[in-house]
């Protein structure tokens, strides 16, 4: 046996034995195992640190507006909790305040991942004074 399929009937092995522990989770470990699944999977993709926080959030989507809260912040993206039907690879518009300034942040998006819990968004074609600006208000938020 050589060194391909080695790797291959140890994948299924593990495979076979993950399937295994999964049918025998009862219904609401399934779910949370789900969830913290799809967290590892959006850990591994960012690129910038997120700050926890909640703040409302007003963002354009299939020519509606909707509202919603703001779960966590960086300077690349954010995660809008929300239970609408939002597909990655949309473009949204998001219009949000911060402290410390008077003007809200208008800001062009990507959703990058969906959840049952919200949409985590890329923030697309923003200048960098406006990153840096964001930048530094995160990195003063507790």
């Known amino acids: 046996m050589n060194a391909e399929e080695k790797a291959t009937k140890r994948y299924n092995i593990v495979i076979s034995k993950l399937f295994q522990v999964v049918i025998n989770l009862g219904e609401e470990q399934q779910e949370a195992?789900?969830?913290?699944?799809?967290?590892?999977?959006?850990?591994?993709?960012?690129?910038?640190?997120?700050?926890?926080?909640?703040?409302?959030?007003n963002y354009a989507a299939y020519d509606r507006?909707?509202?919603?809260?703001?779960?966590?912040?960086?300077?690349?993206?954010?995660?809008?909790?929300?239970?609408?039907?939002?597909?990655?690879?949309?473009?949204i518009i998001m219009t949000f305040r911060l402290d410390g300034f008077d003007k809200p942040f208008k800001i062009r998006g990507e959703i990058a991942h969906a959840t049952r819990s919200g949409v985590g968004v890329e923030f697309k074609n923003i200048s960098p004074y406006i990153e840096e600006m964001l930048r530094t208000v995160i990195n003063k938020m507790k």
Request: hydrophobic content about 35%; proline content about 6%; aromatic content about 4%.
């Open 33 to 57: 195992l789900l969830r913290h699944a799809e967290e590892l999977l959006v850990k591994e993709k960012r690129s910038g640190i997120r700050k926890p926080c909640r703040i409302p959030i």
């Open 65 to 91: 507006v909707f509202s919603n809260h703001i779960k966590n912040i960086s300077s690349n993206g954010l995660f809008i909790e929300t239970q609408r039907p939002l597909l990655v690879g949309d473009e």
